[in-house]
């Protein structure tokens, strides 16, 4: 036995020689690595594990009465679609009950004896003074108090004032009788604002030009908005006024590109297409054809089709007015008209486009003209389906006689433009016109929600100042006098702006629960919500003049989905087709999609399994969807802390500093209409927990409910308020559970006596949970100067359950239950940031699951934040020494090896190069991160953004612009002599007349000089002043562009495009815990040395051990995860988007008696230009010298 055992032992000995000997002579020390990463792992799960105290929080939960229980989604989508109907009933009945009025009040009149006005509140001259202090002449004064709910602008909810464009003359008489009658709104305003204070602005927009807005607001206003106001917009042209004033319409724009017109006129053709353009909604349908001796789209994406006016397509289309350079030659006015006839005709027998009104509008001189009638006999004749539009500009009295024909027999309207000045106004007859049937028939009053826009600030406590989301509802208002001649008035529009917060209010992010989310879609397929809607613009010009500049978002370009080429750009799957056509179609049923997510603005993404569950919001265009994870999503927790008669004071759980609770939560709230002021959501909630203890306490869990239009509705008290019983007590629940966390102090000291924990110091711990509560606890040798830039982690974190650290805990707990995700700030390696000063925080976070009755639902997640140095040298002293055993020539400490720990995206959480800390790992060592990929420890996934920004090259705000060059005064020179010729070129076109005027207004799209440099209409950005056609001539600027207003470089610097990123994710099923993956580059260097690598999963993390031989120099590839400009696939910037939509129910394009009205324009009179013809040798002469 002995001897047995002696003979043995130098066998053993030289196996262990020999294996000592192998690991010394390998290039890196495979086994030692998979024991760095494993003790590693192991040492802070296991601090992480009892410094958070995760599993007393677990326990803790337990010891009450809780439930996991599943979630019915088709239920609970069913019942948030019903809030939702509920609170657009109230807004639709509020402008129902406007409109009654309204016609009533124009009924009978309104004003003085003589049917003026008499006073009224003009917004312009609101408590206007002199220069000696006393108020003005023509000024009113008005007590305005600054209100949270309306904007956070000074108003007085007691009554209305009249918004005025500067071009509307208050002498005109159906201006002063509409400024008389539409006084008596207020009343009505008032009542509706007391029967429903979450209304917002409600308004009577007359279509003389004027609004009365409710409440009384002076402008420019005196708080808040925008010190660079401007005058108050023509609303006439947006869409919450003409498509409410008309029904859906398919237009054919024929354009003269003849020599018929010169060039000053050409211009003005182009101003009113343009203006034509503005006019159009996501319900019509547009196309535009030159005509000369040919005819042609003048936009070559849209050959022989209508294409939907959504903005990307009038921003397209615009562009096309301005840029395509004239063909010139002979008119054929005929052959135009039998092209649009023919398309028109097409599109109403397949049953594409709009399916209700037709119309064509002609604009140019009326030149070849002489076969129409024919035209019409073919086309439109008797019955004229489609209208006929006609707008001369140029050309001579034959002609214009010629186009008024046209017009006055096919049920259009002609008018004669002569100047800028008239483009607006005489554009806007198209829109009367087309109103005419509706308002013939009288009974019909379509409620129309208009496409999103960004408008004023927020109400919430939270309010960032950039503006919210917003639609509108609105309906028109029709005259019911008797004239003497038929006629068919639309007085106006009226409305209420309703914010998009005040809906998703009604759709609690709590019972989604974690990396879930809701969404509204209307009739055309476009987004009123989501989460990934990131619009275009900012909120400047709607702050500066009220304008609102829409978007229509396609619900297809907002979700992701996973796909087997992801090279290429994400396919339309069917199930998503499905989705989007069922929700259009306001069909309820449910699905289930693999979708692509991204985080941390595009840097980093997962892929994952949704459950989708859409019901529509009955009375309405949209339909509502909830979307919840597969697996965890469908599974909430249920405990709650009864407190009503709670016998403890449960304030006590929220004492102190140190906490915070979701700031866009809805926990408690006092109606808009108290008087009830907070400085915090903190201070507000305290408030109502105090509230509950009294006696009386009710919780008014249930918002009121929207009755019938003509039943009488409750006035709500001042005071009133709503509580959400179960966010409410769920949190209190929660405070409960944590409160241990206050008493969790001396962080260092408390682990100081467990050996190898003592290396991590730890600056914060915090916990957040599902009810929205954020608590921390920091550790007291931590200071904060008060000079910090920085935000505290709780002003950053304040929505901690949105969070990214919030959301990746829960994912990835999934993938490995016992574990942390750790993160750093991401840095790209451009900045000349010193991280060796101020390094960055290390963020770790845990999801604490809670289990009942075998089902697990995410209750919390707890979190620390460390100290990088105190983990890198933990993890130097890991990798510098080898097993107890073992002999290993190479370590981290060593040149020869590189070490680096990447996290489940690729970015170095740690790095023996502090300066390489956050950077993509792919930018430091593109080389071996492609092999990575090649090996599927990383997948490569591209994600594409059609939502994306980029910098305008063209735009006078953005610094590449406004690069002083050798040529630039030059081109400056250039462009005064050519604003000089522009301004007297029409001298030398005796038979044409003149198309300016000394009072110009903006136009969006034509204004400016024809500069070649600018893109006209490519983009719907105005800034304040810029591109105005200027008659006067100006001096050159002497220096740089002016100072832009402000917020205006936001918005003036970017357009729209589509943007594409590579982003990674850990394949961790690749990666075998037992042993680490193997890896060398091979032939990456001319002398063919070899370059080896080594891999290893650290266990408990999102994290990988990375071990590199640096001693064979490789390329130096490089990879990016930051989004570019994607290229475009073709001339047409975009593919064919999914074309299915639903038409609005209300189509109203025929009255039998609509033919009697007489009204269809007049020829209007040439100028002539005698006087000035005569200036034109002197002008010549001056201008030679």
């Known amino acids: 036995m002995v001897l047995a055992t002696m003979s043995r032992r130098p066998l053993l000995l030289l196996t262990l020689l020999a294996a000592a000997l192998a690991n010394q002579l390998e290039d890196i020390p495979h086994n030692e690595v998979k024991n760095w990463a494993l003790k590693f792992g192991v040492d802070l799960w296991e601090f992480g594990r009892h410094f958070t105290k995760m599993n007393q929080i677990q326990n803790k939960y337990h010891e009450y009465n809780v ?20 609170h657009m009933d109230f807004k639709i009945n509020a402008v129902m009950r406007i409109m009654d009025s309204a016609e009533a009040a124009a009924l009978s009149g309104g004003g003085g004896s003589d049917g003026t006005p008499g006073t009224y509140y003009d917004a312009r001259w609101l408590n206007v003074h002199a220069d000696d202090g006393t108020l003005a002449a023509r000024a009113r004064r008005l007590l305005l108090a600054p209100s949270r709910h309306f904007d956070h602008i000074a108003v007085n909810t007691s009554y209305s004032a009249v918004l005025m464009p500067p071009y509307i003359s208050t002498e005109d008489g159906e201006v002063q009788s509409q400024i008389a009658w ?28 004027f609004m009365r807005r409710y409440p009384a607001m002076s402008w420019p206003p005196e708080d808040g908005y925008s010190h660079h106001a401007r005058d108050f917009y023509d609303f006439r042209s947006s869409n919450w006024f003409v498509e409410a004033a008309t029904s859906p319409k398919d237009l054919v724009i024929l354009l003269d590109d003849s020599d018929d017109l010169g060039s000053s006129y050409r211009r003005l053709a182009r101003a009113t297409v343009s203006a034509l353009l503005d006019t159009l909604g996501p319900n019509d349908f547009v196309n535009i054809y030159r005509y000369s001796d040919t005819v042609s789209e003048l936009h070559q994406c849209y050959t022989k089709m209508l294409a939907q006016a959504i903005p990307e397509t009038l921003r397209e289309l615009k562009s096309a007015v301005w840029n395509t350079a004239p063909t010139g030659g002979a008119a054929n006015l005929t052959a135009a008209l039998t092209t649009a006839f023919e398309i028109l005709h097409r599109y109403n027998r397949t049953g594409q486009g709009c399916q209700c009104n037709q119309a064509i509008a002609v604009v140019g001189a009326g030149g070849g003209a002489g076969g129409v009638k024919g035209v019409f006999r073919t086309w439109n004749w008797p019955h004229m389906p489609v209208r006929i539009f006609t707008y001369r500009v140029g050309g001579d009295a034959t002609s214009g006689s010629t186009m008024k024909d046209m017009a006055c027999t096919n049920k259009g309207f002609h008018v004669t433009i002569n100047d800028h000045g008239e483009v607006r106004s005489k554009v806007l007859h198209f829109v009367e016109v087309l109103a005419r049937p509706l308002v013939m028939y009288q009974t019909v009053h379509p409620v129309h929600w208009s496409p999103v826009y960004v408008g004023g600030r927020s109400s919430s406590l939270d309010d960032d100042g950039m503006g919210q989301l917003m639609t ?9 006098r008797n004239h003497t001649q038929r006629e068919a008035n639309l007085l106006g529009i009226v409305g209420t702006d309703v914010p998009v917060d005040q809906i998703k209010k009604l759709v609690p992010p709590y019972k989604l629960g974690v990396n879930g989310y809701s969404f509204m879609v209307d009739n055309n397929g476009h ?62 049923g449910e699905t289930e999609i693999g979708v692509k997510v991204q985080y941390d603005g595009m840097r980093r993404v997962a892929t994952r399994r949704q459950r989708y569950f859409y019901s529509p919001v009955e009375g309405t265009p949209y339909s509502l969807a909830a979307v919840l994870p597969d697996g965890y999503g469908m599974y909430e927790l249920q405990a709650e802390q009864e407190i009503k008669h709670s016998p403890i004071n449960i304030t006590e759980y929220f004492k102190g500093e140190n906490w915070k609770v979701h700031p866009e939560w809805v926990y408690c709230e006092y109606a808009s209409t108290s008087d009830q002021t907070f400085n915090s959501p903190e201070e507000q909630l305290l408030h109502f927990l105090t509230r509950t203890g009294r006696p009386g306490w009710k919780w008014m869990s249930l918002r009121p409910r929207a009755l019938t239009l003509h039943n009488a509705h409750k006035k709500q008290e001042r005071d009133s308020y709503y509580c959400d019983k179960t966010l409410v007590q769920s949190l209190v ?59 505290h982690f709780s002003e950053k974190y304040a929505r901690a359950f949105d969070s990214e650290w919030y959301r990746r805990a829960v994912e990835h707990h999934s993938i490995e239950p016992e574990s942390f995700v750790f993160s750093v700030p991401f840095r790209d390696g451009s900045e000349g940031e010193d991280l060796s000063a101020k390094p960055p925080l290390v963020l770790a976070t845990h999801a604490v699951f809670v289990e009942s009755r075998g089902h697990r639902a995410p209750a919390a997640v707890v979190g620390l934040h460390f100290q990088l140095d105190s983990l890198a040298k933990h993890f130097l002293n890991v990798t510098s020494t080898c097993t107890a055993g073992s002999v290993c020539k190479k370590t981290c400490a060593g040149d020869e090896l590189d070490c680096y720990i990447l996290d489940d995206n690729g970015f170095i959480i740690l790095s023996e190069d502090v300066s390489q800390t956050g950077r993509f790992f792919g ?73 300016y005027t000394e009072d110009e207004p903006e136009y969006e ?181």
């Open 527 to 588: 987004v009123l919500y989501h989460p990934d809607l990131r619009p275009l613009h900012t909120n400047e010009e709607y702050t500066e003049t009220l304008r609102p500049l829409y978007s229509s978002v396609d619900l297809t370009d907002v979700e992701l989905l996973v796909d087997s080429d992801e090279n290429s750009r994400v396919n339309l799957t069917s199930l998503l087709l499905d989705l989007r056509h069922d929700m259009i179609e306001q069909r309820e």
């Open 1005 to 1185: 799209d034509y204004e400016g000089e024809e500069d070649g440099e600018r893109d006209r209409g490519m983009y719907e950005i105005i800034i304040d002043g810029v591109g105005d056609v200027s008659h006067e001539p100006s001096a050159p600027p002497p220096h740089a562009p002016r100072e832009p207003p402000r917020e205006a470089v936001r918005s003036a610097a970017v357009r729209p495009c589509d943007t594409s990123a590579e982003l990674f994710t850990l394949q961790s099923t690749r990666l075998n815990a037992a042993q680490p993956l193997k890896g060398k580059l091979t032939n990456c260097h001319n002398s063919g040395c070899e370059r080896p690598f080594s891999v290893q999963k650290i266990p408990h993390s999102n994290l990988i051990l990375l071990v590199v031989d640096t001693l064979c120099p490789c390329g130096a590839k490089r990879l990016d995860v930051r989004a570019r400009e994607a290229p475009p696939r073709a001339a047409c910037r975009r593919p064919p988007r999914a074309t299915h939509r639903r038409r609005p129910r209300t189509c109203v394009s025929y009255h039998p008696e609509e033919i009697e009205i007489q009204s269809c324009g007049g020829a209007g009179g040439l100028r002539s230009l005698p006087a000035l013809a005569a200036l034109a040798p002197a002008l010549l002469a001056r201008l030679a010298t």
């Open 472 to 480: 509108s509802v609105t309906v028109p208002i029709f005259d019911r």
């Open 67 to 86: 439930e996991v229980v599943r979630k019915d989604g088709l239920l609970l989508v069913r019942d948030l679609a019903n809030e939702v109907k509920n």
């Open 182 to 209: 539409s006084e008596h709104l207020d009343p009505l305003f008032v009542n509706n604002y007391e029967i429903d204070p979450t209304l917002s602005w409600q308004y009577y927009a007359s279509s003389t030009g």
């Open 923 to 995: 930018q430091v060592d593109g080389t071996i991160m492609d092999s990575l990929v090649q090996d599927k420890i990383y997948k490569k996934v591209t994600v594409h953004d059609h939502q994306g920004r980029c910098p305008d090259s063209r735009n006078q705000y953005n610094a590449d612009a406004n690069k002083i060059t050798p040529m630039k005064p030059l081109s400056w020179l250039g462009g005064y002599l050519t604003r000089l010729l522009a301004m007297w070129y029409p001298l030398w076109q005796s038979s044409y007349a003149h198309p």
């Open 733 to 791: 629940r929660d405070a409960m559970v944590i409160k241990e966390l206050d008493t969790h102090t001396g962080h260092a000291s408390h682990h100081s006596q467990q050996g190898r924990f003592h290396k991590f110091v730890v600056t914060m711990s915090f916990i957040a949970t599902r009810s929205g509560l954020l608590k921390w606890t920091e550790n007291i040798n931590t200071t904060r100067s008060t000079e910090s830039i920085d935000p």
